[in-house]
Structure formats: C-alpha cells, structure tokens
C-alpha cells in the first residue's frame, strides 16, 4: 500500500482512513467514483483559485458531481475576483501533479481551504492523498477538523454532459 506524508501524518495524528491504490493516470473525481464504486457526490476534488490581487491561492473543494462557482469562491473569501488558473500554474503554485493536489498534502502552508457545504451531507469522504494513484476515505469530520476548511455554497451541478 502507498505511504506518503499525508498517510504518516493522518496516522501520527490517529485519525482513522482506507487508502485505495488507483492508477498513477490523471484520474477525473468522477473516474475516481466509478473506479472505486462509491457515489460520486462522496468523492471530491481539489481546484486550485488565484485572486486577482496578492494573497496565497485558495484550495477549493468540491465533489465529483460538481464544479466551482467562482463567483460563490470569491465571496466566501471576500475577494473581488477569482480565477481558476491553467494546470501547469496549479501545480507550480501546489508544487503536486494535477491530479494529486489535496488540501491534505498542503497543510500548514497558508493556502485558505474551502469545502462545498455538500460535503456535511454524509459521514465520509473521498479524496486525493496528495499524489496521483492514491485516494483516501476518511471522516468529514477529521476533514475538516484537520484543514480548518470553511464549509460554504461554493459548488454547481456539472453540466450535462454532451450526447456522443
């Protein structure tokens, strides 16, 4: 099984999780769900937000089912504007892959976490374990004991999906 900084950390802190190896591929939330067999509404993902002024980004956190309303963003941190930038920003800002970004992985560097209010629906969650290929289930609870997160409206419905 992988071990990483993120899964020494949850264990040093006693905080009970199951790890799931996944293929090292950049995994889509909703692949990650489908993959795992769990309700992609369990599953979330991480979107890395620059503001438009000076400030550390934020993590957003937003299940598999949903994307970031930037608009919703902006005010739950009282910034004016928002923007989600390219991959390779995201990973240069996170220093992790596409992919593999989790406020886990981050803690303790200042960026501001925001986890989608559909996230207290339920007991637990999937998330990423800080690197590609590895997905974590763990209580929201412990979540967002651990990341301080603020819970806020922040996600929208996906849009339909085009017919192939």
Do not use: W
């Not at 928002?82 to 406020?103: C, D, F, H, M």
């Not at 803690?107 to 339920?122: K, N, P, Q, Y």
């Not at 590895?134 to 929201?140: A, G």
């Amino acid at each position: 099984m992988i071990k990483n900084n993120v899964t020494r950390m949850l264990e040093k802190r006693g905080i009970s999780y199951t790890a799931y190896e996944l293929p090292r591929e950049k995994l889509g939330a909703l692949e990650t769900a489908r993959r795992l067999g769990v309700p992609p509404e369990r599953v979330f993902k991480t979107i890395v937000v620059v503001r438009s002024g000076r400030g550390k980004p934020i993590l957003a956190v937003v299940s598999a089912v949903q994307e970031v309303n930037l608009k919703a963003v902006a005010q739950a941190v009282g910034e004016k504007k928002v923007r989600v930038p390219p991959q390779k920003e995201a990973e240069r800002l996170t220093g992790l892959q596409a992919g593999g970004i989790s406020p886990l992985a981050l803690l303790g560097r200042g960026f501001t976490i925001v986890a989608d209010t559909s996230m207290t629906e339920a007991d637990f969650l999937h998330i990423s374990g800080g690197q590609r290929g590895l997905n974590l289930r763990l209580q929201v609870a412990d979540f967002l004991h651990l990341t301080g997160a603020r819970v806020a409206p922040i996600g929208r419905p996906l849009p339909p999906s085009p017919k192939e």
